[in-house]
């Protein structure tokens, strides 16, 4: 399969996550820059904000949280799943509406355990079931440039669901049966890579929230990881991405993966569609170089799975 990453998708990735530890090539620069009189070197609160937004966007907070055509982060988007309508809620600044009021450690505990500051339980559509595995330091890096966001005034809708999947007590039996608490941990086993790709795929990326299917009560199958949903959100169906060679991505080539993730095109030159899309255009496009490789060597490192999802596209 030839390669269709030609030179105008490198011009839409940006250059990876700023680095923790660049130093003496930030002085280098910082003392160039200076000696051109032009500025003013980083601080250590800029740059946490810039891994912040890196993993922001990896993460696809933006797409859930924003409503279309609506102002970024104010929530009142639609999520639709089979046991109802859920609405995501504000998260900017804003101190009533949104979470301006909030501190770090009301991120962490959100995040990592999927509970709110006044101790109530959060339904999974909020993909903590992915993002508990999200590290302490990365979620200091998320919530130094959530606090950047600009406070807007909207007023979060209720969800519209089928019991008990209204009722939030409820989620303490789904927890029990289906939630297991992070961070990730790194497998000894594996190489350094495929385990920065684990990180990316199933703690930020939240892949299996659409990719892997779930049992009747809306939790994860881990045993059948990533190989694919009849019964994704908004009722799409999600294909098997693990790489069985006749179910799932198995025959793609590493070109193959790489014009999916950076441009949403598919080996048979169509484009993928449905929520992949804002996957591809929010998170994968803008991943630098290192991690999509990670990404894809985790992918093709996983067991494969045989399972037939159907596809609604044609020939794939
Ligand atoms: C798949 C959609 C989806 C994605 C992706 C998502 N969220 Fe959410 N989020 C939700 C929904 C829905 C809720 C409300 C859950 C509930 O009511 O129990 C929520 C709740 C929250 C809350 C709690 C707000 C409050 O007022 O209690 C925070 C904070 C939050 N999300 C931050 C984030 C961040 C940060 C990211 C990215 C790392 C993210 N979300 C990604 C859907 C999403
Ligand atoms: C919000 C749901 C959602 C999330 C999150 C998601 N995907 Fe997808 N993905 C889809 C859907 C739906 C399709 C099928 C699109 C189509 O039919 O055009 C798809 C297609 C794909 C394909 C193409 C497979 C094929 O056979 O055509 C790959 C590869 C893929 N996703 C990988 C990923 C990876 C890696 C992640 C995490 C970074 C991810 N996806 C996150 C919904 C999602």
Redesign the pocket.
């Known amino acids: 399969m030839p390669r269709r990453n030609n030179g105008r998708i490198y011009f839409l990735t940006p250059g990876g996550p700023p680095s923790r530890s660049g130093l003496p090539g930030r002085i280098l620069l910082a003392a160039g820059l200076l000696w051109a009189g032009i500025v003013v070197p980083a601080t250590a609160g800029q740059d946490a904000q810039k891994r912040g937004k890196y993993l922001f966007d990896a993460a696809?907070c933006l797409g859930c949280h924003t409503k279309k055509g609506g102002k970024p982060l104010a929530g009142g988007r639609r999520l639709t799943t089979p046991f109802g309508d859920y609405y995501s809620p504000n998260i900017t600044s804003h101190p009533e509406l949104g979470i301006g009021a909030w501190t770090e450690p009301d991120l962490k505990r959100a995040l990592r355990q999927g509970i709110a500051p006044d101790g109530s339980h959060y339904f999974p559509v909020f993909p903590y079931p992915s993002y508990t595995g999200i590290t302490d330091t990365d979620i200091a890096d998320l919530w130094a440039y959530l606090k950047t966001i600009p406070a807007i005034a909207q007023a979060n809708r209720p969800h519209d669901t089928k019991p008990p999947f209204d009722v939030r007590i409820f989620m303490v039996a789904w927890k029990a049966l289906n939630f297991e608490v992070g961070p990730f941990k790194p497998d000894p086993n594996l190489s350094q890579q495929v385990n920065r790709g684990a990180y990316?795929?199933d703690a930020i990326?939240?892949?299996g929230?659409?990719?892997t299917p779930r049992n009747a009560v809306g939790g994860l199958q881990r045993e059948r990881r990533l190989s694919g949903n009849p019964d994704?959100?908004e009722g799409?169906?999600?294909?098997?991405?693990t790489p069985d060679r006749e179910t799932g991505?198995g025959r793609?080539s590493e070109g193959d993966?790489d014009s999916?993730?950076r441009m949403g095109m598919?080996p048979d030159g169509d484009f993928?569609?449905?929520?992949?899309t804002?996957?591809v255009e929010n998170?994968?496009g803008r991943l630098g170089e290192s991690d999509l490789r990670a990404?894809m060597a985790y992918?093709r490192a996983l067991p494969p799975i045989r399972h037939k999802v159907e596809?609604?596209?044609k020939g794939?």
């Open positions: 696809g990316l795929v990326g939240h892949c929230e659409c990719h994704g959100p799409e169906i999600v294909p098997n991405i991505i793609w993966l999916l993730f598919t993928v569609g449905g929520s992949m804002e996957v998170a994968t990404m992918l596809s609604k596209k794939s």
